[in-house]
């Protein structure tokens, strides 16, 4: 066990209290923390500073406007209802199409608008909120996810989840929809985690249940050696999330639409360490390079270029 603990320092392995006591503590305000726990303030913030987001249409606060947008709802066959200060992808309901019984959902099931409307007061009554407090539902835009993406998903939208540290990013991984996770993109509830290669964009080996894959579960493809469209931009991207809310240790999520490229989904001020097992080296070692070097790191350029010289596959 001692020799095992060593060899994951060695590699920078961080857990929960090293990250927390040595990362998000000493540098991210907790006055900054709403700007990112909150998903409407989120998208505003990002559509001002001229951040592509998937398109809103529309925010129920309360009951008795629940009503008027089921009415507005009728003229869409796609679309998402989200909590505003929902985590791990609770309480998200996916619309996927309609038919003359109902709307169907990403995972294949068949609701109707009443079942829709139960939902979303669901939502503001705070069932999937951090902290169980009321909270707002947000319809918007469904992601059509990028081609690249067909052969290693499954009945989901997969998103690039990108760990940046004083405006650098230093890890990320492809999060990829499973049957396990109702189409979901999250680990928690059963998603891969696919290391990605910062310097190149190249996909390498996955997670999925804390085992090392090399082929989705579902689809049988190999999800190594997927070259991931517009990653410099992405990088870049996630670079100015620093800018963007000020916090110099967060998380971002991006989709890439295949009409409309990358979409920020949503940020995240504790995003989680399930990225290491993905990449399968640790946070610590990339997070103590930014911190010798931040200083002199200036411009966007400049930190993606460090990201892609400094954080290539071990």
Partial sequence: ML??????????????????????????PRRLYPLVDDKLLTKKLAAKAGVAVPELYGVVETPHQTLDMLDKLKGFSDFVVKPAHGSGGDGILVVVGKTKRGYRLANGTLVTLGEIAFHINNTLSGIYSLGGQPDVALIEYRVKFDPVFEDI????????????FHGVPVMAMVRLPT?????KANLHQGAIGVGVDMSTGTTLKAVYKNDI??????TGNPVMGVAIPHWKRLL?????????????????DIVLDKELGPLVLELNARPGLGIQIANRTGLGNRLEKVTQKRQSLKSLDERVAFAQENFSAE
């Avoid at 857990?15 to 503590?25: K, T």
């Avoid at 894959?213 to 579902?218: K, L, T, Y």
């Fill in 3 to 28: 020799s095992l603990i060593r060899r994951l320092r060695q590699k920078g392995v961080l857990g929960l209290n090293a990250r927390n006591g040595a990362y998000i503590l000493p540098h991210n």
């Fill in 236 to 252: 870049t991207i996630a670079a100015s999330s620093l800018e963007l809310t000020g916090l110099p240790y967060q998380g971002i």
């Fill in 153 to 164: 998903t499954y009945n989901g939208v997969p998103d690039i989840r990108i760990i940046v």
């Fill in 213 to 218: 894959i090399e082929e989705h579960p579902d």
């Fill in 179 to 183: 049957r396990a996770s109702s189409g």
